[in-house]
């Protein structure tokens, strides 16, 4: 008897093996690709193309339209979190049908743009070439998006940290978006250009401090610092989020009836925080202030329903937080099919 695609069908596995005189798996699978030769190219093997495709994401908040830009992702040390408790991180990883992460926890970085109608606004810029090769894919997905650098009117910068400023201009000083106006918050600008704050903290902290004034520095001429809680433009409000930087800031897009709250750096771990928000970074300038920031929003945005947009949520970083019990959960929004 030949073995046939339809007996291979109609047979079960071993009947078939017997069929074709042959009991191992390996015999079985030699005579499928036997047979593949004989009906040509309708089995055809297409190589694997092993890269992820555009980190690129669009929605709509009433009128706004954003467009959610992945930079890339690193693993972090599980020493940044004092709290890391291995036990619990895999409880949590399986509660969620997570891959169990290896010794290190793996986080997204995600940029946006929002057209508000007559601005395109760049919100944060990832790390560039700061993290290794994972990183800094924000130019190659704003060329996916249709985004030209030159078109972003503004750049609005959630705090002053490697991981959100360094993709706004190149190591030798030139704005990469040389029409862009620099929004960021005054107390986060003082802080880092402080020398005498800067004296007390540690040498990577004064080493970030450098790097964030050299990106910054191309656009001091048209930057504007904001002072208070309020709309910047149209449709986009800054909210003061302080303790992962003194200027950690919120902007919450409302449009149409709609909300959402990009928080930056409210939560850094996707699987982790939401569950546990008594989990502080290392990086946080004040870890019991982000804390607290950090419970207070997610108590807020729980119970006004409000959808939040993460600099290090999942990509594209945008869902909801339900509470449960003392603490929350997330869930992640699902795709958008019209903008
Ligand atoms: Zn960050």
Known sequence: MTLTRRNLLRGSLKAVGAAAGVTAGAGLLSSVAGERSLIGSSFAAAPSAAVQTAGVYRFTVGTLEVTALLDGYFDADPSLVPEFDRQVVDQLYQAQFRDLPGEKVRIGVNCFVINTGDKLVLVDSGTADKYGPTMGRLPENLRAAGIAPESIDAILITHMHIDHISGISSIDGKALFPNAELIVHKADWDYWHDDGAMAKVSKTMQDISLHSRAMALPYKKRLTLIEKDGE?????????????????TGFLLRSAGQEVLIWGDVIHFTALQFARPDWRVVFDTDMDQAEQTRRRMLDRVAADRVAVLG???????????AREGDNFRYIPSTWQYQV
Do not use: Q, R
Not at 241 to 246: E, N, S, V
Not at 311 to 321: A, I, R
């Open 311 to 321: 600099s290090h949520l999942d990509f594209p970083g945008l869902g909801h937080v």
């Open 232 to 248: 910047i433009l149209p449709g986009i409000e800054a909210m003061a989020l302080p303790g992962h930087t003194p200027g950690h």
